[in-house]
């Protein structure tokens, strides 16, 4: 799948560099079991998220190929601020 400058740069945009990512289904893929999570390293030219997995592996997403979601980053607490 080929997307389009515009697109590319809007996928780049949504998914930079240190996004936490959960997969859910990854096309063409049995050993990347629903629920691995993983790192987004950059999203390439061709729009693909370059990922750094947790199960120690390095496999490209497909955004509209392939199915996952973004983690949320957790909210600091007021405990953690200092004064």
Do not use: C
Request: hydrophobic share 35%; glycine share 10%.
């Amino acid at each position: 799948m080929f997307f389009d400058h515009r697109k590319v740069q809007r996928i780049k945009a949504q998914y930079p560099g240190g996004t936490r990512i959960q997969l859910h289904s990854m096309s063409g893929e049995a050993d990347m079991p629903s629920g691995l999570t993983g790192t987004v390293d950059f999203v390439d030219d061709a729009g693909q998220l370059q990922m750094t997995w947790d199960n120690g592996r390095s496999l490209a997403l497909v955004p509209g190929e392939d199915s996952f979601s973004v983690i949320p980053r957790p909210e600091q607490s007021d405990l953690s601020k200092r004064y």
